[in-house]
């Protein structure tokens, strides 16, 4: 079958790193992307990895390596705005299919 | 430009009963498709339309759902007779054919379906 794992929870405080993993089983794997989703609003793209390797995107970081079926998402100096849900997500089918996990909701405290 | 556009936002129905969603996507794109997310798990993929033609429809979890994209812009999805377990929130969500390799699917905000 086709998966993704991804923790549920993660807290940090303003002005910290953090780090989201996700591991992946998916047939026919062409990249990794994230999402961000507000509470009541739409996901919204933040990247995608194609190749090994690290995609940085201002505050926003994404890992991935083959290898290891394995991608990360890094988020640098969080605002409380940055406070949601993240799901990485796995695409398929000549990239035409994206599969998503489970979702990680980020807490950030003051 | 006018994003991915889902209605109604909320629905509260009675088991057995039918209830249409409709999605407009962002105009010019080919791929449509239709997630649902049920509370604290995944968005699970349902199907995948490329313009009229269902592309890939794996995801449909029985018959009582029936997806349709005449003409090829906006899309409905119907479940007759609905079910407890079809509460969730339909996302719909577009991307142009170039795209589809990059990853990147534009969202709606999603339809909240609560089957009482």
């Known amino acids: 079958g086709q998966s993704l794992e991804q923790p549920s929870e993660v807290t940090a405080v303003e002005g910290a790193i953090v780090q989201i993993n996700c591991t992946y089983q998916t047939s026919g794997f062409y990249g990794l992307s994230w999402y961000q989703q507000h509470d009541g609003g739409a996901p919204t793209f933040l990247s995608y990895?194609?190749?090994?390797g690290l995609e940085e995107t201002g505050r926003f970081s994404s890992f991935l390596s083959r290898s290891d079926s394995y991608g990360y998402l890094l988020l640098q100096e969080l605002q409380m705005k940055d406070s949601a849900s993240y799901f990485c997500?796995?695409?398929?089918?000549?990239?035409?299919?994206?599969?998503f996990g489970a979702g990680t909701r980020l807490f950030v405290k003051a | 430009e006018a994003g991915v556009t889902q209605f109604p936002s909320h629905s509260v129905i009675e088991k057995g009963q039918t209830v249409t969603l409709r999605c407009d996507p962002i105009s010019g794109h080919d791929n449509l498709y239709w997630y649902r997310r049920v509370m604290g798990k995944e968005i699970k993929f349902l199907l995948h339309?490329?313009?009229?033609?269902?592309?890939?429809e794996s995801g449909m979890p029985n018959n009582r759902f029936l997806a349709e994209r005449t003409g090829g812009t906006y899309s409905t999805l119907k479940v007759q007779p609905a079910e407890l377990e079809d509460s969730g929130v339909y996302f719909c969500a577009s991307s142009n054919t170039g795209q589809g390799g990059t990853g990147e699917l534009f969202f709606g905000e999603g339809s909240r379906l609560t089957v009482l």
């Open positions: 339309f490329v313009k009229e033609s269902k592309q890939d």
């Open positions: 990895n194609a190749l090994d």
């Open positions: 997500a796995g695409s398929t089918s000549g990239g035409f299919k994206t599969i």
